[in-house]
């Protein structure tokens, strides 16, 4: 019996590639099968997994013989029928990038699907195993004396070019805070240890992707706003998102505040777009701040260069499929990261839009 675990793979864009030379990094793993239908992305994914198969479907991809499991990296509005397909004919674990769905019209397929699937899928959520960030979320009550404001701020570069230029458009991704921001309100929901009750959020598209047309149409998507989500537990949080800042020195800062004090992970943006005449990139950063005594404790978190030349997301992609393997073999009992967890994340991004819509606070019992 082979030790190997083979990966099937759906969609090979830029995420999908990311994960590609993230996998080949783990010891007796193997992409075997690849559904990629672009050429040019075929052609890409080639260099990252030479022994890999490609096919023209994703039936023939479970047909494959060697499969273990399967990643999902296509775009956000195939997700849910492609969990639907392979539910039909061969469940095996999943790893499903987000968003896990983009409209709550897919809610009732999504419930099925999660009722009568017998095997584990896990939701990408890259940004919980940042290091930095990892570091925060296991100190943050003790260093806090119990988070009662956690803020959560990006300022990043604009939405990049994908194929078919599908992130261009709400119908497509969900809308900006559905799409790149459920990261950000699952981190939320793991680092409070609480669920959302009310979203009120105000956003635009001020600065990106106004020149543009496809097919006649200028993109819609939102580059820019503030979101205040308060909890069952009393405790309140805020993302505030900037796609036109790429020229700040950490991409993401976040911070939890309680009674006993303060604790902060800066977190710099992917290191390809960090000038060659500033020298070194920043490093990742972990500060506690009591308030007695005073006195900011900061610690730097390195990552290892290999695994931040394999992505754009701080090494998180490879320590998130270090995870998943256990999983798949058997030496975890249930996924890190639920279709639960998925849910909750797209249905917080999805109150953002509507509150932003609706010029009002939006309960999420209304979306529930």
Request: aromatic share 8%.
């Amino acid at each position: 019996m082979s030790n190997i675990t083979h990966y099937g793979i759906i969609g090979c864009g830029m995420m999908g590639q990311e994960h590609l030379r993230n996998i080949a990094l783990l010891p007796d793993t193997q992409v075997s099968v690849i559904f990629e239908p672009d050429a040019d992305m075929q052609a890409t994914a080639a260099n990252f997994a030479p022994d890999a198969t490609f096919v023209d479907s994703i039936s023939a991809l479970l047909d494959h013989p060697e499969l273990d499991c399967i990643l999902i990296a296509s775009p956000n509005f195939r997700h849910v029928e492609q969990l639907q397909e392979i539910a039909a004919k061969r469940p095996v674990p999943i790893l499903v990038e987000k968003p896990l769905f983009t409209d709550p019209a897919q809610l009732p397929a999504l419930n099925t699907f999660i009722e009568t699937y017998p095997a584990p899928v896990w939701v990408a959520m890259e940004y919980r195993y940042m290091p930095p960030v990892a570091a925060m979320v296991d100190c943050a009550q003790d260093s806090t004396g119990g988070i009662k404001m956690l803020t959560i701020r990006e300022h990043r570069f604009p939405f990049l070019k994908k194929v078919g230029d599908w992130n261009r458009f709400n119908r497509y991704t969900g809308g900006t805070f559905v799409e790149k921001c459920c990261h950000f309100f699952d981190l939320m929901r793991l680092t409070l240890g609480a669920e959302p009750l009310r979203v009120m959020a105000s956003g635009g598209q001020d600065a990106n992707h106004l020149d543009e047309t496809y097919d006649g149409e200028t993109p819609d998507i939102l580059d820019n706003g503030y979101v205040i989500v308060d909890f069952d537990n009393g405790t309140r949080a805020m993302l505030e998102l900037c796609m036109f800042a790429e020229g700040a020195r950490y991409q993401e800062e976040i911070s939890a505040v309680g009674p006993k004090g303060k604790v902060e992970a800066l977190v710099p943006g992917p290191g390809r777009f960090w000038p060659d005449h500033l020298g070194d990139a920043p490093i990742p950063q972990l500060i506690v701040s009591p308030r007695a005594p005073k006195g900011p404790e900061l610690r730097e978190i390195p990552v290892d260069p290999t695994l931040l030349e394999a992505g754009d997301h701080n090494g998180s992609t490879f320590y998130q499929h270090q995870k998943f393997l256990e999983l798949v073999r058997g030496q975890r009992s249930a996924p890190e990261v639920s279709i639960h967890d998925g849910i909750m994340a797209v249905l917080m991004g999805m109150a953002a839009q509507r509150s932003i819509a609706e010029n009002r606070a939006v309960a999420m019992s209304e979306l529930m």
